[in-house]
């Protein structure tokens, strides 16, 4: 680590090993549930448990990808990150917030959840990977917003590479996409259409962009292998 500022990396990675052993915790019980059809029923429904287990995919994913950009971007950019508090401050409110719509998804009945969270001022729930609530989808944006401040500041002020050019470039996209998760006409056809740029654009598209640049980074750490080849082909 080249620069104190990398470790404000380390309780995204903490949070992204804890919701991914939560994911496969509910991966279990559905597995069970397949096999003994009332486990944990009336507690945990299946569709719930499935719920979860996806959210708690996307979550932690997602936590993983800040992690390592906020590791990244300094060595990158050659200069510490433009302000770690408000990366701390963010990783909070991202903790609390998904913690909390977990939670709402398996204490509440999703019509109160739905009612009580702004679902009946703009419907955003119900579409799978998409069940968040309004609020939690705002939280989310607020976050991403404040994250690509972060670290476009960062990069701003230091060296521009290939690698932090591509990562940034799929971080924006993902935030940008995101946002047609607040868009749910009662067309299902158009319904399938804008729920495809968000789940789609994020998993064969941005999300292909964010891991390449991780992918080269780690492989100059790994191989030593020239930085003007890895640069190159990424």
Do not use: C
Request: proline share 3%; aromatic share 16%.
């Amino acid at each position: 680590m080249q620069y104190s500022s990398q470790s404000v990396a380390k309780p995204y990675f903490i949070a992204a090993i804890g919701l991914f052993t939560g994911q496969v915790l509910f991966g279990l019980i559905m597995g069970l549930q397949y096999v003994i059809g009332d486990f944990l029923f009336p507690a945990i429904p299946f569709n719930v448990a499935r719920m979860v287990h996806t959210n708690l995919l996307i979550v932690w994913l997602l936590f993983g990808f800040m992690g390592a950009a906020y590791y990244m971007i300094p060595e990158e950019a050659e200069t510490e990150l433009y302000s770690p508090k408000l990366a701390l401050l963010m990783f909070w409110v991202f903790l609390v917030a998904g913690a909390a719509t977990i939670l709402g998804y398996l204490l509440v009945p999703y019509a109160t959840l739905a009612k009580f969270t702004g679902n009946d001022i703009l419907e955003t729930m119900g579409r799978e990977f998409l069940e968040q609530p309004l609020l939690t989808k705002i939280g989310i944006v607020v976050v991403a917003l404040v994250f690509l401040f972060n670290l476009t500041m960062t990069m701003l002020k230091g060296r521009k590479t290939s690698i932090s050019i591509v990562l940034m470039l799929g971080l924006w996209g993902l935030a940008v996409f995101f946002l047609f998760s607040f868009y749910n006409p009662h067309n299902l056809v158009l319904d399938k259409y804008f729920w495809w740029w968000v789940v789609h654009l994020w998993v064969e598209g941005v999300w292909e962009l964010i891991l390449g640049a991780l992918l080269a980074f780690v492989l100059i750490k790994v191989t030593g292998v020239d930085r003007e080849v890895i640069e190159k082909w990424l």
